[in-house]
Structures are given as C-alpha cells and as structure tokens.
C-alpha cells in the first residue's frame, strides 16, 4: 500500500485542521489505517486508527473526544479531523496502514508502531499558543 498524506500547516489554538491520507496499490477491505505523530526529541506516538470495512475507531487517551478518523471507500482516503487543537497536538503526523490478518484482533493492538508496514510520509501540523 502506497500512502500519501497532506492537509498539514499552521493554525491557532483552539482551530481546527483535517488531514488526509490517500491510499493507492491494494484494496484496502482487509486492512486498518492509523495515524502516528512524532514530535521534536520524542518518539512516535499513536493518534488513532480505524479499520476500513467496520469502520470502527480507536484512539489514544490524549486526542479522544477531540480528533476522529473517518474514510471515504470511494476515493480510498482516510482523513483525521483535529478539533480543539493544543500546542502539545504540534508534530509530524503520519498516516500507516496495518493488514489484519484475524477478525478478532482488537483494536488496541494498532496502537504499536511494529503492526503497520506501510507508512506515508509526514505532515506538519504546528499550533500556535
């Protein structure tokens, strides 16, 4: 799977921003699509990740009830819509795509950077105090 991500910039706190991933080179019936993000001097971390034929989401305690994934089957993009943004929320987000290889492999398992074997490559998103 091919990834390729997009929709970062520079907004203010309290904005809001949507990222896009568009996914190209398999069907993607059978896979998850996460989201990471990396800020400076620090690891990569989990945002959020949903699986592509539910539609079910999940996601880290720091952006819950404020960011949600959702997809559009049609033009095999997945987008995460940041509400509410913080300066914390200012990193490199990046998209990944993770097979499921069992239907009863839950969601918390996508939370490790190690499930997915593609990965798009990063887009800034930096919020201003």
């Known amino acids: 799977v091919q990834l390729q991500a997009s929709g970062g910039g520079l907004v203010q706190a309290g904005d809001s921003l949507r990222l896009s991933c568009a996914a190209s080179?398999?069907?993607?019936?059978?896979?998850?699509m996460g989201w990471f993000r990396q800020a400076p001097g620090r690891e990569r971390e989990f945002v959020g990740v949903i699986n592509w034929s539910r539609g079910t989401t999940y996601y880290a305690d720091s952006v819950e009830g404020r960011f949600t994934i959702s997809r559009d089957n049609a033009k095999s993009t997945v987008y995460l819509q940041m509400n509410s943004l913080k300066p914390e929320d200012t990193a490199v987000y990046y998209c990944a795509a993770a097979p499921v290889r069992s239907v009863i492999t839950p969601m918390t398992s996508f939370a490790r950077r190690s499930a997915y074997n593609s990965w798009g490559q990063g887009t800034q998103v930096t919020v201003s105090s």
């Open positions: 080179g398999r069907t993607l019936g059978s896979y998850v």
